[in-house]
């Protein structure tokens, strides 16, 4: 017998809720805007429910990444439609940071190749590892940096730890302009120690709060339920070691490196999308 609120049904499970007129009026308002979202992509409404009572709490609903969990969703369930979308997508954001990162064409296919079956196959121990995105971040977002880390555990692999280190500022291809190779070369020991100096500088309570975001994937909510204080809190905590991170980063960067403001804002550009996996080596490496 199907139940009266079938979606805040599933999306409750076996966590004991109850499934409230309310509740069911919101699931299925996500249900719809995900759906037109993706028109192409059909996922069964009471199984988006479910995929989102695992992830998300009853009162962040209003926040979630309705479009992102449906794709997410239905890549998990190794829907061929979701899977082109997201190879259509999604992987030309993930050619571009690995490019960043100095890989060459070889080896980018091989990271993107090992980053499908990761993702959407699984390695037979372990489900498709798109099932732990949890919608506390962009999805596109996400999934670059799961590639990143894939590159970087692929390059510690060959031996190649020095070059894995680097990967902030490493030397590009040769379609990198002489300019911009010159200053990767030049500026590179120097941004490494300002970054390390500065994450360094940071209180206990900060290195613990990246950490727990950018190496253990907490999201804000999560964040927030584990020391008890509201997400706002939380998200005020995490964007304030950030920008504490990155502004002790620059400020030591321009005088150990001698650089003017505006040179230092280049290369902060410049290295902006692999902060957050060199902050994930060190971080992990405790």
Known sequence: MTPARPLS???AGGAGLDAERDLEAALAALVARAAA?????????????????????????????AEDLWIACACASGDPAALAVVEARYLPDVDAALGKMGLGQDRIAEVKQGLRRLLFVGDGASPPRIGDYRGAGDLRAWMRVTAMRAALKLIRKDGRE??????????????????????????RAAFKTAFQE??????????????????????IDELGALYDVHRATAARWVA????????????????RARISNDECESIMRM????????????????
Do not use: I, N
């Not at 020095?162 to 500026?187: I, Q, V, W």
């Open 162 to 187: 020095t070059a894995s280190d680097d990967a902030l500022l490493a030397a590009r291809a040769p379609e990198d302009d002489p300019e911009l190779a010159y200053m990767k070369a030049t500026y």
């Open 198 to 219: 500065a994450l360094e500088s940071l209180d206990a309570r900060e290195r613990t709060l990246l950490k727990q975001q950018v190496v253990d994937g907490l999201g």
């Open 37 to 65: 979202a993706w028109p192409g992509v059909r996922v069964d409404g009471a199984a988006f429910a479910a995929f989102l009572g695992r992830r998300v709490s009853p009162d962040a609903l209003a926040d979630a990444r």
């Open 271 to 286: 290295v902006q999308s692999q902060l957050d996996v060199s902050l994930h080596r060190r971080l992990a490496a405790g």
């Open 240 to 255: 304030s070691a950030r920008e504490k991170l990155l502004s002790r980063t620059r400020r030591t960067f321009m005088l």
């Open 9 to 11: 049904s599933a999306f």
